[in-house]
C-alpha cells in the first residue's frame, strides 16, 4: 500500500498545521491496514473488504489519469461504485462530483457541461440521457465495476497537501439557483477525525445509507464508516418498507434519515409492529423534526439511542448535536427548558464554534433570535473558488436561530423565511410546530405573504393525516390558542401534498406563490 506510512507520520509530527497534510485516501488505507478482510460495504457474504476497496481505489484512480480526467460526474443511485470513484478520485488529484441523475434532462446536461472535461459515470441503462457532451466520456456504473476487476495499475502517491478540492456538491437550491459548494480534503478529514473513533465499531456493526449521492450526508456517511470500521450498506431508492426491510435483513445497527422519511418510516413499523431489534442509533437531520414526530419515534423504538444532528453542506456535514442523552433527559422532563430541548439541534460539536448575530453583524446574548454564524476547520464556506467566510474565518448560515443558557441551538428557519409582521418578527417554525401537535395534521409549512396592512402576514399550507378533516378557522384557533392571534395564519390552503426535494426539504419557493395567490391582500 504506496505512500500512507511517510505521509501519514509527517502529518502527525507536525500538528501545528496537521490539518494541511490530509487526504481522503488515509482514512481508508489506515483501515485497510488495520483490517484488510472486514467488510467495508455491502453484505457480509460478498461485500467488499476494506482491502479490496482499496485496490479498486487505486485501480480506479489510475484509471482516471491516464484518460486526463479533470473530474469525475456521479449520476446514479448508490452503488458499490460510489464510494470506490470517490476515494480513487481522492488518489488522482481530481474532484469528485456527485449530481442528481433525479433532474429533467435539460438540466442534468446544463450541469454536466460545466464539468468538462470529465468523466461520468451513468445508471446502466440510462446513458442517452447525457450522451455527446463536448468533453465529457461516460460509461455505466456497472460496466465501471467491471472495468475494475481487469485492471492491475494503481497511481503513484497521493497529494497529501489537503488543499485540493475533494467534492464539489449542489446545494438544494429550496429557494433559489443551485450553488456549487467545494469541499476540500482538510475540511472533511477535519470532520471525520473530530467525529469518529479510528475502528471503533464492533465487527457486528453496519450503518444504513439512504439519502442520496449527491447529498453531504451521503458523502461523509461513506467516510465516518470507513474510519470508524462500520459495514456501509445502501439503499438506493428510499421507500420506507423497503427501509425497513433492508434494515431487518442487514442487521442494521446505525441509520440516518431526513424527517420526511423518519415520519413514513415509523407508519410501517406502527402497522406491521415488529419493530427493529438489532437497530441501535438512529441520527436525523437534513430540515426540522417536527417534535411529536421524534416523540412517536421514542416511544415505538425505546431502545434506540436517537441524534440530531445539524450541519450544512458548506460546513462538511454536522456542527452540532443533540444527542441520546438530551434526548432522554428532554423527554417528558418536568422543567419546561429541559423539556423544550428536544426541539433543538443540541450543542456545537467540540470543534466548532457557534454564534448568534444581528443585522449588522453584532454577537446577541442568549434567547435573542439572530443568523447562525460558525467557525471551525471542517467549513469550507467557499463557492467556485470564491471564499464567504469572513476576515476572522466566520461563516454566515443564513439559518435564523438562538441559544439557550445552556448553549442548545434552536432554529427558527432561514433568515430570509422569518415573517416580519407589522415590526415583529414571527418565526414560521414555531407556527410549523404548533400545527403538527394538531391530530388531524401530518405536514406543515408556514410562509410570510405580502399583505397590505402589516406587510406581511403568515400563511400556511397542510396535510391531513389519512381520514382526518380539517377546517382552515379551526386550524387558525388552534394556532391562537396556543401562540398569539398575530400568528395564526392568514391563509390556510389544506391540501393532499407538500413539494419536496428529493432529499426531504419542504419546496418554499413553489407554495409562497401558491399562498400568495389565495390571499385577497
Not at 467556485?384 to 466566520?394: I, T
Not at 399583505?451 to 391531513?464: C, M
Request: glycine residues 10%; aromatic residues 6%; hydrophobic residues 40%.
Amino acid at each position: 500500500m504506496a505512500g500512507w506510512s511517510d505521509q501519514w507520520v509527517r502529518w502527525v509530527t507536525l500538528p501545528d498545521d496537521a490539518g494541511a497534510f490530509v487526504n481522503l485516501m488515509m482514512l481508508l488505507q489506515m483501515a485497510a491496514e488495520a483490517s484488510p478482510e472486514r467488510v467495508a460495504v455491502g453484505s457480509l457474504q460478498g461485500g467488499l473488504t476494506y482491502k479490496q476497496l482499496y485496490q479498486h481505489a487505486g485501480h480506479g484512480a489510475g484509471w482516471l489519469q491516464a484518460h486526463g480526467a479533470g473530474r469525475l460526474v456521479y449520476a446514479d443511485e448508490a452503488t458499490a461504485a460510489l464510494p470506490i470513484g470517490l476515494y480513487a478520485c481522492g488518489w488522482a488529484g481530481v474532484p469528485f462530483v456527485p449530481v442528481s441523475y433525479r433532474l429533467a434532462d435539460d438540466r442534468l446536461r446544463a450541469l454536466v457541461e460545466q464539468q468538462a472535461p470529465a468523466l461520468l459515470l451513468h445508471p446502466p441503462a440510462g446513458g442517452e440521457r447525457t450522451t455527446g457532451i463536448a468533453g465529457v466520456d461516460q460509461m455505466g456504473t456497472d460496466d465501471f465495476l467491471h472495468l475494475l476487476d481487469g485492471l492491475t495499475e494503481e497511481c503513484g502517491d497521493w497529494d497529501a497537501f489537503g488543499e485540493s478540492a475533494a467534492v464539489l456538491l449542489h446545494t438544494s437550491g429550496t429557494s433559489g439557483t443551485p450553488k456549487v459548494a467545494i469541499l476540500r480534503h482538510r475540511h472533511l478529514v477535519s470532520y471525520v477525525l473530530g467525529s469518529v473513533e479510528f475502528m471503533g465499531a464492533g465487527e457486528d456493526e453496519a450503518t444504513l445509507v439512504s439519502v442520496p449521492p449527491y447529498h453531504i450526508a451521503g458523502m461523509v456517511a461513506i467516510l465516518t464508516a470507513t474510519y470508524g470500521g462500520r459495514r456501509l450498506v445502501q439503499l438506493p431508492r428510499f421507500t420506507p418498507e423497503s427501509w425497513v426491510e433492508l434494515v431487518r435483513a442487514e442487521s442494521v445497527t446505525h441509520a440516518m434519515v431526513v424527517p420526511t422519511m423518519l415520519a413514513r418510516i415509523l407508519e410501517v413499523l406502527q402497522a406491521d409492529g415488529q419493530g427493529l431489534p438489532r437497530l441501535r442509533h438512529l441520527s436525523y437531520g437534513g430540515g426540522r423534526m417536527p417534535r411529536p414526530v421524534v416523540e412517536h419515534a421514542m416511544r415505538l423504538l425505546p431502545d434506540v439511542d436517537f441524534v440530531n444532528a445539524y450541519g450544512l453542506t458548506e460546513t462538511s456535514s454536522t456542527v452540532a448535536v443533540l444527542t441520546a442523552e438530551d434526548h432522554r433527559a428532554a423527554f417528558g422532563s418536568s422543567d419546561p427548558e429541559v423539556e423544550a430541548r428536544l426541539g433543538s439541534v443540541g450543542r456545537p460539536v467540540p470543534s466548532v464554534e457557534v454564534t448568534i448575530r444581528g443585522p449588522e453583524g453584532e454577537e446577541v446574548p442568549a434567547g435573542a433570535t439572530g443568523e447562525v454564524w460558525v467557525r471551525g476547520d471542517q467549513v469550507a464556506g467557499e463557492y467556485g473558488h470564491a471564499s464567504v467566510l469572513n476576515e476572522e474565518g466566520w461563516f454566515a448560515t443564513k439559518d435564523a436561530g438562538h441559544l439557550d443558557p445552556d448553549g442548545y441551538l434552536f432554529l427558527e428557519g432561514r433568515v430570509d423565511d422569518v415573517i416580519v409582521r407589522g415590526g415583529e418578527n414571527l418565526s414560521p417554525g414555531e407556527i410549523e410546530d404548533v400545527l403538527l401537535e394538531h391530530p388531524g395534521i401530518r405536514e406543515a409549512v408556514v410562509c410570510g405573504i405580502r399583505d397590505l396592512e402589516w406587510g406581511e402576514v403568515a400563511a400556511a399550507a397542510v396535510v391531513p393525516h389519512e381520514g382526518a378533516t380539517l377546517d382552515e378557522e379551526e386550524v387558525r384557533s388552534w394556532v391562537i390558542s396556543r401562540l398569539r392571534s398575530s400568528r395564526a395564519p392568514a391563509v390556510v390552503d389544506i391540501r393532499a401534498e407538500l413539494p419536496y426535494t428529493d432529499t426531504g426539504k419542504v419546496l418554499r419557493r413553489i407554495v409562497k406563490p401558491q399562498l400568495e395567490a389565495r390571499h385577497p391582500h
